[in-house]
Each structure stands twice: as structure tokens, then as C-alpha cells.
């Protein structure tokens, strides 16, 4: 599918960092305690699982793949599966790791400039660059994509018991709808706004009987990536 389906990776992942960077700039050492929408995970946890998967961009977008793609922006999400021992360990990684954090300002300040590192080594980099990530050689086009789509899940993620948070970016929620439209293989059902089908397409909430019914055989492909 490549990058076609979402105009300017860059732009779009600028919008989904700067939307992100916006809540947990705002965070105080009692809001990094609180549950988050990712089971087990408090915001500092989940802060410290986002700050990880940037600095895996940082090191992405500077390790050039000779061989030609075999993910793109919506292939890449087909490994990551909820429920699966990965994941679980995945889960218990972050929750240990971002437990030991003493000062949540720290990991704050190191998430706000690794964000912004990787903002500005995106409007460097050439979209059809082909680079390195996790087994699988994409675009960077691409990457900065999946990069924005988890971006903005995670932003979801971290303000369900927060008051009056920043939104996501709405080039984020594009990118995620698209995403989740690109592995269903049909468009979403017209009703649903981005937010519910990010959540429902990533597992954080159930179909209902009626949804289940309205997608007929499609609705056994959920959760479509988790």
C-alpha cells in the first residue's frame, strides 16, 4: 500500500509528535501514576514504552536497507498481535523498566527531546529511502507512518483518566483510520468516529453485538493489530 495513502510521512508524524509531546509536557510527577488505557501500564510507564519506540526511530532512520521492502505502513502492524507471549513480555518490560524511574521530570524531559530528534531527522530523511526496523525493511515514508499511527493510539492510551486533555492531531487519526482500513480491507462502518475505531480496531475496547453484526464476516478480524 505504501505511503499513497497518507500525503507528506513527515508532516504527518510532526503533527502526531507535537500532539503527544503536548500532553506529556503537561504531566506531573502525580499524573505518571496514573492507569493509562494499556493493561498493567501507568502514564510513566507508557511514557517510557513511547520514549523507547522513538529512539528505535532515531536508529531507524539512520540504518539504510540495501534490500527492497517487504513491510509498509500497513503490513508492518500484521506482527503485532495482542494476547500473545510477546506481548505479554512486552507489557512487563515497560512496566518494570519505567517503574524504575525516581523522577518522572527526567524521563519527561529525555521523551520531549528524543520526540523532537526524531521530528527533525524525518524532515531530513528521503521518504523512499528504504531503512531498517525490527526484522523488516521499509520505506522511511512508511516508518514515519507507523510511527505516527502508534504515536496517536498511545496518546488515546494516555489520557483516559487525564482532565481535559490535548487531542490527537487529526493527521494522526488519518493515518490511523487508514491503517485500520488498509488491514480490515474495507472502510470502517460510517459511524464510527476515528477515536472509537482506533480503539476497537486495536483491541482497547470489545465490538458490540450490533457492530459484530453490521461487519457480517469482518468483525472476526478483530482486533486487527494490538
Known amino acids: 500500500m505504501g505511503t499513497a495513502h497518507v500525503m507528506a510521512p513527515a508532516r504527518v ?16 510527577e502525580e499524573d505518571s501514576w ?8 501507568a502514564v510513566r510507564d507508557l511514557v517510557h514504552h513511547c520514549l523507547t519506540d522513538a ?11 540495501r534490500q527492497p521492502a517487504d513491510r509498509d505502513a500497513v503490513t508492518y502492524w500484521r506482527d503485532w498481535r495482542p494476547h500473545t ?21 527526567r524521563l519527561q524531559d529525555l521523551y520531549l527531546e528524543t520526540l523532537a530528534a526524531v521530528t527533525h531527522a524525518a524532515g531530513e530523511a528521503d521518504p523512499a529511502q528504504r531503512v531498517r526496523t525490527q526484522g523488516h525493511v521499509l520505506t522511511a515514508g512508511d516508518l514515519l507512518v507507523t510511527l ?9 492510551d494516555l489520557t483516559v483518566e487525564l482532565p481535559h486533555p490535548p487531542p490527537p492531531a487529526p493527521e ?8 485500520l482500513d488498509g488491514l480490515l480491507g474495507r472502510p470502517a462502518l460510517p459511524d464510527w468516529t476515528d477515536e472509537h475505531y482506533a480503539r476497537v480496531g486495536t ?12 461487519l457480517g464476516p469482518a468483525a472476526d478480524l478483530f482486533p486487527l493489530f494490538g
Open 203 to 214: 483491541g482497547r475496547n470489545t465490538l458490540t453485538a450490533a457492530e459484530r453484526a453490521a
Open 172 to 179: 494522526g487519526l488519518a493515518a490511523v483510520r487508514a491503517t
Open 148 to 156: 505516527a499511527v502508534e504515536a496517536t493510539i498511545h496518546q488515546l
Open 55 to 65: 529512539q528505535r526511530a532515531l536508529v531507524a532512520l539512520h540504518t539504510p536497507a
Open 85 to 105: 507471549e510477546g506481548a505479554a513480555d512486552g507489557r512487563r518490560w515497560a512496566r518494570v523498566n519505567g517503574s524504575m524511574v525516581l523522577d518522572f521530570g
Open 13 to 28: 508524524l510532526r503533527a502526531a509528535y507535537e500532539a503527544a509531546s503536548a500532553v506529556v509536557a503537561g504531566l506531573g
Open 34 to 41: 496514573l492507569p493509562t488505557g494499556c493493561t498493567g501500564w
